[in-house]
């Protein structure tokens, strides 16, 4: 089995003597890549890694992870080890076949303190891996499966009681969220901010609701042409969760929408990636003396 780890962010820096007081720390991934990939397509993990660190920061606090080989995902190594930062395992194998989900995520272990994901699993199609690179949403569809795996997740979110609404008009409550939304898409009159209504899974589905979010990085949906930005909506969504946000990272993006302005029609969906399996386990980070 080919495995390798990819750790963004993963370095130090010291305090500085004088002046302004330096930026928070980036919050960093470890991505440990567990099937083969060309380094044309690690290139762009690393790439979608870079775009969630360098606008993210969260002291998670230490933890023990302990479990055997396959108990999350078939194929998971053993475990025995003290982290500091969320693991991701990535795979490819098969979903569904071709032109079906893309990818797909499930959280294994989730921290007790705050419910945010520890130990992430996202597996790639095998069968639709080489066509999402030629038509260039490869980096789209990773960005929203770390967001996911970040926390973007109903088993996260839910919990904190920041998503409602019914089938028909679930939406996020969160007060940063709402604000951002507030800032760029000011002609909304509906409930904000709104998830997907269209799949049945009302505030369960993690996802923004495509015909007013559009190509937005978040939303249930994706297409060859889209940019799939990242929004400063869905980075308001991560602060309502706790994470420290650096907005001057989110990618110029105002809500349209979808059919408003001639943009992409969407090719594939992003409906039921996230699995609703509870986590293998809640872990509670180490006290040290």
Known sequence: MFAAALCIACGGGGDAAIGPPPPPPQFNIDVRILSEMTPAQRDIVAAAVTRWTRALSKNLGEFRFKSPADDCFRGQPAMDETHH??????????????NGGLAGTRACAMSARDTLPLLTHIQLDRVDLDVMERRGILLGVVTHELGHALGFNPLTYGPRKLAEGGTTDPYINGRTARAEFAKHGAWYTGVTVPLENQSGGGPNDPHWRLFVFGDEVMSSSIASGYKSPLSAITLGLFQDLGYTVDFSAADPYEVRPLFGDSRVVPEFTFMNDVSRVPPRAFLTPLVRD
């Open 85 to 98: 930062t969320q693991i991701v395992f990535v795979t490819v194998g098969e979903i569904d076949g071709f």
